[in-house]
């Protein structure tokens, strides 16, 4: 199951810890992508990156980190400042072209222990 | 504001019966839309999109600018339908492809 790869599958984060998530891709894409799904909520987008070392917030960045320090990988933290970590986390790259489209992970489950 | 609205949370049809998944949209500009659909246990993957005008799985949606509507349409329900789908809006022309999505609909179809 290549592609895009986010790990782990469940991660557990005990108040005030700083968590990290995954995400690395083999396809190539120049742009990755981070949304929170919650129940009843859709996917929001937290950040997204179209180049290695650059980013831009989306519409829920507050306690939210990134970094694109390579092409194939775009790690999430998640901080001891985002009140409400429990969801759901997307990653997906894509091309930049017209007519291209999302390739999705298979997802990060966040709790608060 | 640009945003995606997807009416029903749950949508329940019999085996055969024909779908329409509602999806409406604000945008400024000229929109660029999708579909996407989640099945049972796999991941999240694109359906459709309105510039390619075509028919994937037996389902069509075309955009309706004066309405503002990308409705999703089947005639035929099949029982492997039953997914999750998101309508979603291509941002802006600088953000690559940073979707806004809806809130989903989930397609139940039973026999």
């Known amino acids: 199951d290549g592609g895009i790869t986010q790990s782990p599958k469940y991660l557990f984060r005990k108040e005030g810890q700083n968590v990290t998530l995954s995400c690395e891709q083999n396809l190539n894409h120049d742009a990755m992508y981070w949304y929170r799904q919650d129940p009843g909520q859709g996917l929001r987008l937290i950040y997204y990156?179209?180049?290695?070392?650059?980013?831009q917030k989306g519409d829920i960045a507050e306690g939210y980190s990134v970094s694109r320090e390579k092409k194939e990988s775009f790690p999430l933290t998640v901080t001891s400042a985002q009140k409400n970590p429990t969801a759901f986390y997307l990653c997906?790259?894509?091309?930049?072209?017209?007519?291209?489209?999302?390739?999705f992970g298979s997802g990060t489950q966040l709790s608060v222990l | 504001a640009q945003r995606v609205t997807q009416p029903e949370k749950l949508l329940s049809v019999f085996k055969g019966a024909p779908v329409e998944l509602k999806c409406n949209y604000s945008y400024s500009g000229s929109p660029e839309l999708f579909w996407y659909v989640q099945y049972s246990r796999q991941r999240l993957q694109l359906l459709l999109r309105h510039i390619s005008r075509e028919s994937i799985k037996g389902f069509t949606a075309d955009l309706n600018k004066g309405e503002t509507s990308f409705h999703l349409k089947k005639p035929f329900a099949q029982e492997e339908d039953s997914a999750m789908y998101y309508c979603a809006l291509k941002r802006d022309s600088n953000s690559g492809y940073a979707l806004n999505f809806g809130k989903g609909t989930s397609l139940l179809v039973t026999p």
């Open positions: 990156s179209q180049i290695v070392n650059d980013f």
């Open positions: 997906a790259s894509s091309l930049l072209e017209p007519g291209e489209k999302l390739f």
